[in-house]
């Protein structure tokens, strides 16, 4: 299945020796959607001037003020760093549909690095700088670590997020949203049925313009955005099976029944019960079921990723630090 390339920030030391040691660091799921995503690459820390290698920097609270210090606390690079974000959000917004930031950077960290109080001791955790103006300046994509995406939900969310917001970027005409809308109904379904119903009657009105666009834009972050849960998923599961209902045979019946119970009690997973309901709308010709993005929301060569390299690799970070 051809799909558009979602446009994705990454941060450098993924590719480039870009670290405060000069050393970079390996991600097997960065490496594996660079064949899927166009990157934007970036270091805020090399961008704001600092060599490679160099003394490290961290996040301090002083006087309930968050900055960005040398270990000695001797040069300030909080107005920098903010400076340097601002302006980079002005270049990307509206043209990417998703970050990969480095977890636990003093630049890039979401929420995981060391925060160090006035005394020079870590006091809690919190968001690197450049992440944290990206996080709040840019709510409408998604932005994850590559630790985060170690997580096989978070990293779902995050893969259905990125190619189904660059395929909407790329809608120009009515007849595009409404096929865009038609083909990710279950998927949609599955995330926030109230959402995906609202969307649904907007698609369905007289007219198409910016505005459309952008109020059906808005709806579709925040529903890429609802956590998927079970209970949604087998709602979702039990209507696409709807459509066959009247054209199976019984034995069919009990058996997808059985297999939508072992789903609820985690003994199949979720790709067991979309094959058998996809072989049935190759069967019975549904083209309609058979074209839904359910069945692949992204690339299937992405789900085949080994994290135990990524995994390691953060534990001799850990070690190290």
């Known amino acids: 299945m051809n799909m558009p390339k979602p446009k994705i920030v990454v941060s450098?030391?993924?590719?480039?020796?870009?670290?405060?040691?000069?050393?970079?660091?390996?991600s097997e799921i960065v490496k594996k959607l660079e064949k899927y995503c166009e990157f934007v690459r970036v270091c805020p820390e090399v961008e704001i001037g600092l060599p490679i290698p160099r003394e490290p920097i961290d996040v301090f609270l002083i006087n309930n003020e968050l900055k960005l210090l040398n270990k000695a606390r001797t040069v300030d690079l909080t107005n920098k760093m903010y400076?340097?974000?601002?302006?980079?959000?002005?270049?990307?917004?509206?043209?990417?549909?998703?970050?990969?930031?480095?977890?636990?950077?003093?630049s890039c960290g979401l929420n995981d690095a060391k925060l160090y109080g006035e005394n020079g001791r870590v006091v809690s955790k919190t968001a690197g700088l450049f992440a944290k103006t990206m996080v709040e300046k840019?709510?409408?994509?998604?932005?994850?670590?590559?630790?985060?995406?170690?997580?096989?939900?978070?990293?779902?969310?995050?893969?259905?997020?990125?190619?189904?917001?660059?395929?909407?970027?790329?809608?120009?005409?009515?007849?595009?949203?409404?096929?865009?809308?038609?083909?990710?109904?279950?998927?949609?379904?599955?995330?926030?049925?109230k959402i995906m119903r609202d969307m649904g009657r907007l698609v369905a009105q007289k007219g198409f313009n910016n505005e459309t666009l952008k109020e059906y834009h808005s709806m579709l972050v925040k529903l890429l955005k609802t956590p998927i849960k079970r209970s949604k998923i087998i709602n979702m599961l039990l209507h696409v099976y709807g459509h066959f209902k009247d054209i199976i045979n019984l034995e069919e019946k009990a058996y997808f029944m059985d297999l939508i119970e072992d789903y609820k009690n985690g003994i199949v997973n979720l790709q067991s019960v979309l094959s058998v309901l996809k072989s049935w709308a190759i069967r019975h010709s549904e083209s309609y079921i058979k074209n839904q993005s359910l069945f692949e929301p992204y690339p299937r060569e992405l789900d085949a990723i080994d994290l135990r390299a990524d995994i390691k690799n953060e534990e001799r970070l850990e070690e190290k630090n």
Not at 12 to 21: A, G, I, L, N, W
Not at 83 to 106: H, Q, R, T
């Open 12 to 26: 450098r030391c993924f590719f480039e020796h870009t670290r405060y040691d000069g050393g970079i660091i390996s």
């Open 138 to 193: 840019l709510p409408e994509i998604a932005i994850e670590s590559e630790m985060r995406l170690t997580n096989d939900k978070i990293r779902f969310e995050f893969f259905t997020f990125i190619f189904k917001h660059v395929e909407f970027r790329s809608i120009k005409s009515k007849n595009e949203l409404i096929e865009f809308h038609s083909k990710n109904k279950y998927l949609f379904l599955a995330k926030n049925e």
């Open 83 to 106: 400076n340097f974000a601002d302006g980079f959000l002005e270049n990307v917004k509206g043209i990417i549909d998703g970050m990969i930031l480095k977890s636990k950077s003093p």
